[in-house]
C-alpha cells in the first residue's frame, strides 16, 4: 500500500469533518464527490446551495447530497459568527457592522466553523490566493501554544529508497515563512518532525541543514542553524535533532561518519529543515525533477487547527489527497 493509501486509510478510520471554503468551485465539488464515496472525510461546503447542487446533477454525482452545504450570504447562524468574530478580535476594536461582512467570506467562515468546534480542519486556496487563505487563520484559529510561524513542509517519497526511511523524507519550510530567525527555525524543525509522524508514519530524525557541518565554516548564517538547533532541542528534548549540517553529512552514512561521527542523524535524516525559505522551495522542486521524487504538499503546520492551502493549479486529486492529509493532521493534533 502506497504513502497515499495509507494517509486515506487513516483518514477514514478518523472520520474527521473539513469545511471546504470554495464549495462552488469545479474541481473542488468534483473532489467532494470522490471523498465522500469513500469515505475520507465528512465535509462543509460553503457556497450557494442552489449553484452546488445543480453542477452534481450536471455531472451525474450521487454523494454530494451527504456534505452539508452552508450559504455564507442566507446563514441561520450567522448573529452567532459575527458575535464570535466580535469577541476573537475584540481587542482590535471589530464592530458588528465591521464583522459582518467577513462572516458572509467564505474563507472567513470557515476558521470560525473550525473555531466554533463544528469543523475540524479547513482546505481552500483552488481559487484564493494563499495569503487570503491564511489571514483568517491567523486571526481566528491562530497557531499552536509555544509557536509563532506557519511554515509548509512536503513529503518527498523517492523511488531510490536509500533515501530516508524507504524512500520516505519530510522537507521544510519550502512554502511559507520568508523571514526565519533562529527562534523561528528551531519551531518549524520541531512541528516538521510532528508531521513526519503524523503523515509520513516516520519516527523522525532531524538534519538542521547549512554550507556548514559542526563548525566547518564561519559565518552569521551558520550561527543562526546552530542557534535554532540548540533552540529545538529545548523546546522538544526528546526529538532526534542535529546541526548543523551540510547536506551530504545529513543523508549519505560514509560523508556523515567522517564530518559529523557520533552524530545520531548524521548520515541518516530522514526530516531535512532548510535554512530559509529559498533553499527549501529550491532544494524540494529540484528534487522533484532531478530525482523523479513525488512530493506531497505543502502541508501547512503550526496552525492550531490544520488549515491547508491549495496550488490555485491543482487537480481534483490534489483535493482529495489535501483533504485526506488535513483529517490526518486533525486526528493527530
Known amino acids: 500500500m502506497s504513502l497515499l493509501e495509507q494517509i486515506k486509510q487513516k483518514a477514514i478510520a478518523a472520520n474527521k469533518c473539513i469545511v471546504l471554503a470554495e464549495g462552488e468551485e469545479d474541481r473542488t465539488i468534483k473532489a467532494a464527490e470522490i471523498i465522500l464515496k469513500e469515505k475520507i472525510a465528512r465535509l462543509i461546503l460553503l457556497g450557494n446551495p442552489a449553484v452546488i447542487k445543480e453542477k452534481a446533477a450536471q455531472w451525474?454525482?450521487?454523494?454530494?447530497?451527504?456534505?452539508?452545504?452552508?450559504?455564507?450570504?442566507?446563514?441561520?447562524?450567522?448573529?452567532?459568527?459575527?458575535?464570535?468574530?466580535?469577541?476573537?478580535?475584540?481587542?482590535?476594536?471589530m464592530t458588528q457592522e465591521q464583522a459582518l461582512p467577513l462572516v458572509k467570506n467564505p474563507l472567513y467562515l470557515a476558521t470560525l466553523l473550525i473555531k466554533n468546534g463544528e469543523a475540524d480542519g479547513e482546505v481552500a486556496g483552488a481559487k484564493n490566493a494563499t495569503g487570503d487563505v491564511l489571514r483568517p487563520a491567523f486571526q481566528i484559529v491562530k497557531t499552536l501554544p509555544g509557536v509563532s510561524v506557519v511554515s509548509g513542509a512536503f513529503v518527498m517519497i523517492f523511488k531510490d529508497k536509500q533515501w530516508g526511511d524507504n524512500g520516505v523524507m519530510v522537507f521544510a519550510d519550502c512554502a511559507a515563512d520568508p523571514n526565519t530567525d533562529s527562534n523561528k527555525l528551531a519551531q518549524i524543525a520541531v512541528v516538521t518532525a510532528k508531521t513526519a509522524r503524523t503523515i509520513a508514519g516516520i519516527e523522525p530524525r532531524v538534519a538542521m541543514l547549512s554550507f556548514s557541518t559542526k563548525g566547518s565554516a564561519k559565518h552569521e548564517l551558520v550561527d543562526k542553524v546552530v542557534d535554532a538547533t540548540r533552540l529545538a532541542k529545548e523546546m522538544a528534548p526528546d526529538l532526534m535533532i542535529d546541526g548543523e549540517l551540510q547536506a551530504d553529512a545529513a543523508i549519505v552514512p560514509s560523508v556523515g561518519a567522517s564530518k559529523a561521527p557520533g552524530s545520531p542523524v548524521a548520515g541518516k535524516a530522514n526530516v531535512l529543515v532548510f535554512p530559509s525559505l529559498e533553499t527549501g522551495n529550491i532544494a524540494y522542486k529540484l528534487v522533484q525533477r532531478f530525482a523523479g521524487a513525488e512530493a506531497i504538499g505543502p502541508i501547512m503546520q503550526g496552525m492550531a487547527a490544520p488549515i491547508n492551502d491549495l496550488s490555485r493549479g491543482c487537480s481534483v486529486e490534489d483535493i482529495v489527497n489535501v483533504v485526506a492529509i488535513t483529517a490526518n493532521q486533525a486526528a493527530g493534533k
Open 60 to 93: 451525474g454525482l450521487e454523494h454530494i447530497g451527504q456534505a452539508q452545504i452552508i450559504d455564507p450570504d442566507n446563514n441561520p447562524k450567522i448573529d452567532t459568527y459575527v458575535n464570535l468574530l466580535c469577541e476573537i478580535r475584540k481587542s482590535k476594536g
